[in-house]
T-cell receptor
Framework: GQQLNQSPQSMFIQEGEDVSMNCTSS?????WLWYKQDPGEGPVLLIA?????ELTSNGRLTAQFGITRKDSFLNISASIPSDVGIYFC????????????????FGQGTILTVHP | GAGVSQTPSNKVTEKGKYVELRCDPI?????LYWYRQSLGQGPEFLIY????????DSGLPNDRFFAVRPEGSVSTLKIQRTERGDSAVYLC???????????FGPGTRLTVL
């Protein structure tokens, strides 16, 4: 089945530093999404990407949908302590009828620790 | 507005018992998804509903797992004859039709002793 490889597995950075993480797949996805999960909570959507080559920003976050549709990256600029958490990439494909999107395939997550 | 809610937040049960987990999606969202998340892993897809019907149940691990959404809103995930390996966080998500922006609930942590 489809698998997403997310790297790095964990990062330890100083407050104010920039962060970059990425996701690669052997399969093509039509959408890429990035989520953040805090302990005891469900994942929270950060950015959604729908077109190959698309570059989208949300505040200090920037994500890109790879041109091959098999990869995506997320950058966080000027990290702050509340950026701590687990970041997941997820890829989606349309259902068989092409009318709507169904399941997401998630990466294993990147654990981000920010030291003040 | 209200997000996706899930009840109970925690469920402890004994091996062999039956459990039901409930999900209330965001009002107006027609698509509803169930995922399972084991410790240290990303969520894994179980089943997805479009309206009342299960559009894709390919992620259900075996026939002990079943989900319903009889009125196209609230959904219940049912697990029969629970096993210790079923212990995980069960996440529910919902989305408007035709896009993949799924919004997750806080999850139900299931522990099978």
């Amino acid at each position: 089945g489809q698998q997403l490889n997310q790297s790095p597995q964990s990062m330890f950075i100083q407050e104010g530093e920039d962060v970059s993480m990425n996701c690669t797949s052997s399969s093509i996805f039509n959408t890429w999404l990035w989520y953040k999960q805090d302990p005891g909570e469900g994942p929270v959507l950060l950015i959604a990407l729908y077109k190959a080559g698309e570059l989208t920003s949300n505040g200090r976050l920037t994500a890109q949908f790879g041109i091959t549709r098999k990869d995506s990256f997320l950058n966080i600029s000027a990290s702050i302590p509340s950026d701590v958490g687990i970041y997941f990439c997820a890829g989606g494909v349309p259902n068989a009828g092409g009318t709507s999107y169904g399941k997401l395939t998630f990466g294993q997550g990147t654990i981000l620790t920010v030291h003040p | 507005g209200a997000g996706v809610s899930q009840t109970p937040s925690n469920k402890v049960t004994e091996k062999g018992k039956y459990v039901e987990l409930r999900c209330d999606p965001i009002s107006g969202h027609t698509a509803l998804y169930w995922y399972r998340q084991s410790l240290g892993q990303g969520p894994e897809f179980l089943i997805y509903f479009q309206g009342t019907g299960a559009a894709d149940d390919s992620g259900l691990p075996n026939d002990r797992f079943f989900a319903v959404r009889p009125e196209g809103s609230v959904s219940t995930l049912k697990i029969q004859r629970t096993e210790r390996g079923d212990s995980a966080v069960y996440l529910c998500a919902s989305s408007p039709t035709l896009n993949n922006e799924q919004f997750f609930g806080p999850g139900t942590r299931l522990t099978v002793l």
